[in-house]
C-alpha cells in the first residue's frame, strides 16, 4: 500500500495518510456522496444569514405591509447566489480567505480597512445576536443572566473540538431547524394565491415610497446580503480544503441554501404578516410570538421564541467564524477548525474573545442596544457596496484565476448591475442620515 | 435511506475497475492551488486606480458621518 503525505496548508501540521473514501458501483451514487461530501458550506453562510437582525427585519416588513414585500426577497435569491458563487470560485482556486486575498492583491490600505470594518460590523452584529438570545430567553422565564452565558460557552465548546466536520454537522443542524419556520407560517393558514401573487408581481404597498419603506427595503437587502458571508465562505471552502472537481457540487450546496434561506425569509414574513392580520402590533418578535400565542396557541410563542435563539446563534457561531478566519490568515496565524487549540491558539482565542464580549456586553445594564443596531444597519450598507466590488476586481484577475474561472462577461454585467443597486441604496441610506425627511413619513 | 449496501469504505489504491471512489475533501491529498503570495499588487489601469481612490475618499467620508451621526443620537452633542 503506497503511503501519501497529507499537508494542510498554512496550518504547518503534517499527516501521513491513505486516502480512504467510498467505493461505490453506480455513478448517480458517486455524485450524490460526493455532494454530501462538499455539502456544507454554502448552506450555513446562507441560513446563518436568517440570523436575530434577519428575523426582527423580515417580522417587520409582514407586520407593515403583510406578504407584498415578499417579490424583493424572491429577487434577492439570484443577486445572493450570484455573488456567494464568486466566492466559491476563488476560494476553490486559491484555497484562501477572502482577507488575505484583498491583502495580497490590494495592499495593506485596502488589507486593513476591509478586516478593521468586517471586524466591527461583526462585532456589533454578535451584540444584537446576544441581545436576541436575551430577550427570547427572557420571555421564556429563564433569566438572561443565566442563559446569555450559557449560550457563550455552548457556541464555544462547538468550535473548540478541533474537528471541522463535527462543528459543521452541528451547524448543520442547527440549520435544519429553521425548517420550523415553514411549519409556524403553515399553521398560520397564510392565502396560497395573495402568497404566489405577491412573490411573483411587484409593486408598492399602499402608501407609496416612504422613509419607513425605503428603510425596510435597504434593511432587507442588507439583511440578506452581508459582507461577513463573502469572508466566511470562502474561508469556509479553504478551511475544507474543496478541490476543483467539486466546484459544481458547491455551487448546487450554495444555490439549495439560497433557496432554502429565502424560503425561510419569505415564512418569517408570512408570520409577520399574520400578526398584521389579527391586529397584533409589536415592538420585537419575543413580544409579536406572545400576542400570536392567543391566536395560535402555546406552540406557535415557544416555536417562535426557540427559532429566535438558534438564529442568533447560528449567526454568531459564523460570524465569529469569518472574524477568526479573516485575522488569522492576515496575521499569518494557524487558522483552522481541523486544527486542536493548542496548535492554533490565536484563531480560537479570536473567537472565543468575539464571543465572550459579545455576550458581556448584552449583560450591562442600560447597554445602548438601539445604537448598536443602527450602527450595524449603516456600517453593513457602506461597507458591502466595496467589498463586492473588490469581489468583483478579484474574479475578473486572470493572473489568479486562468481563463477558466475567471469572470465571463455576463457574470461582469450582472454583477455591475448589483454593485450599482448596491451603491445606489447606500447613497440612499447616507442620504437618509444626513437628511431624515427626505422621504415623507409613513 | 440506508446507503450501506451500495457502499463500502476502502483505500483509494484498493479501487476495483468500474467503481468510483468518493474521498471527502478533508481526507485527500491536498491538491495544488494558485500561488498568490508570489504574484504581488493587482496590476491596475489608471481609471481602476483613480475609481478605487474615489472609493477611498467616499467611504472615509461616509465613515464621518455616520460617527458624528451615532455620537449625535448618543446625545453627546446635546450634553455640552
Known amino acids: ?442 | 435511506m440506508n446507503l450501506m449496501p451500495y457502499v463500502r469504505q476502502m483505500a483509494s489504491d484498493e479501487v476495483p475497475e468500474n467503481h468510483f471512489i468518493v474521498v471527502h475533501p478533508l481526507d485527500d491529498i491536498a491538491e495544488e492551488k494558485v500561488d498568490t503570495s508570489s504574484l504581488g499588487p493587482m496590476p491596475m489601469t489608471r481609471s481602476v486606480k483613480y475609481s478605487l481612490f474615489a472609493l477611498r475618499a467616499y467611504l472615509i467620508a461616509m465613515g464621518l458621518l455616520v460617527a458624528y451621526h451615532v455620537i449625535d443620537l448618543a446625545g453627546v452633542f446635546a450634553r455640552q
Open chain 1, 1 to 442: 500500500m503506497q503511503e501519501k503525505v497529507l499537508t494542510i496548508e498554512k496550518t504547518g501540521t503534517e499527516a501521513q495518510t491513505t486516502p480512504r473514501g467510498w467505493v461505490v458501483r453506480s455513478k448517480w451514487m458517486h455524485h450524490l456522496l460526493t455532494f454530501l461530501m462538499v455539502f456544507g458550506p454554502g448552506l450555513i453562510v446562507m441560513e446563518a444569514d436568517n440570523d436575530a437582525g434577519a428575523v426582527s427585519t423580515y417580522v417587520q416588513a409582514g407586520a407593515q405591509y403583510g406578504t407584498r414585500l415578499l417579490w424583493l426577497i424572491v429577487l434577492l435569491l439570484p443577486v445572493t447566489y450570484f455573488i456567494q458563487e464568486m466566492v466559491v470560485r476563488l476560494g476553490i482556486a486559491t484555497g484562501k480567505g477572502h482577507a488575505a486575498m484583498i491583502y495580497q492583491r490590494f495592499g495593506s490600505w485596502w488589507g486593513r480597512f476591509s478586516l478593521i470594518d468586517l471586524q466591527l460590523v461583526n462585532f456589533l452584529t454578535l451584540v444584537t445576536e446576544f441581545a436576541a438570545i436575551a430577550l427570547a430567553l427572557s420571555h421564556m422565564g429563564v433569566s438572561p443572566r443565566l442563559g446569555v452565558p450559557v449560550s457563550a460557552v455552548a457556541l464555544m465548546l462547538m468550535a473548540l473540538t478541533g474537528s471541522y466536520r463535527r462543528w459543521e454537522r452541528i451547524t448543520m443542524l442547527l440549520c435544519l431547524m429553521d425548517l420550523g419556520w415553514i411549519v409556524m407560517a403553515l399553521k398560520l393558514r397564510p392565502s396560497a394565491a395573495e402568497l404566489a401573487y405577491n412573490s411573483i408581481v411587484p409593486g408598492i404597498p399602499a402608501g407609496g415610497i416612504t422613509a419607513n419603506l425605503m428603510f425596510l427595503v435597504i434593511a432587507i437587502v442588507g439583511t440578506t446580503i452581508a459582507p461577513w458571508q463573502l469572508f466566511f465562505q470562502q474561508s469556509c471552502i479553504a478551511d475544507k480544503r474543496l478541490r476543483f472537481a467539486d466546484l459544481k457540487w458547491a455551487r448546487l450546496d450554495t444555490l439549495v441554501g439560497a433557496c432554502f434561506t429565502i424560503v425561510v425569509a419569505g415564512c418569517m414574513v408570512v408570520v409577520g404578516s399574520a400578526a398584521r392580520r389579527h391586529g397584533i402590533s409589536f415592538s420585537d418578535p419575543a413580544q409579536m410570538a406572545n400576542d400570536l400565542r392567543l391566536i395560535a396557541g402555546e406552540g406557535m410563542r415557544t416555536g417562535i421564541l426557540l427559532l429566535m435563539i438558534n438564529a442568533a446563534v447560528l449567526g454568531t457561531t459564523a460570524i465569529s467564524l469569518s472574524s477568526a478566519w479573516a485575522y488569522g490568515e492576515v496575521k499569518g496565524w494557524p487558522h483552522s477548525l481541523q486544527l486542536p487549540v493548542k496548535k492554533a491558539p490565536g484563531f480560537y482565542a479570536v473567537y472565543v474573545l468575539c464571543v465572550a464580549a459579545a455576550a458581556a456586553i448584552v449583560l450591562i445594564p442600560g447597554a445602548p442596544l438601539q445604537l448598536i443596531i443602527l450602527g450595524v444597519q449603516v456600517l453593513a450598507g457602506i461597507m458591502l457596496p466595496s467589498a463586492i466590488i473588490f469581489l468583483q476586481l478579484l474574479l475578473n484577475d486572470k493572473e489568479v484565476l486562468g481563463d477558466k474561472y475567471v469572470n465571463k462577461r455576463w457574470n461582469n454585467w450582472v454583477n455591475w448591475t448589483i454593485i450599482v443597486v448596491l451603491f445606489t441604496l447606500s447613497l440612499i441610506l447616507a442620504a437618509q442620515v444626513v437628511a431624515p425627511r427626505l422621504f415623507p413619513g409613513s
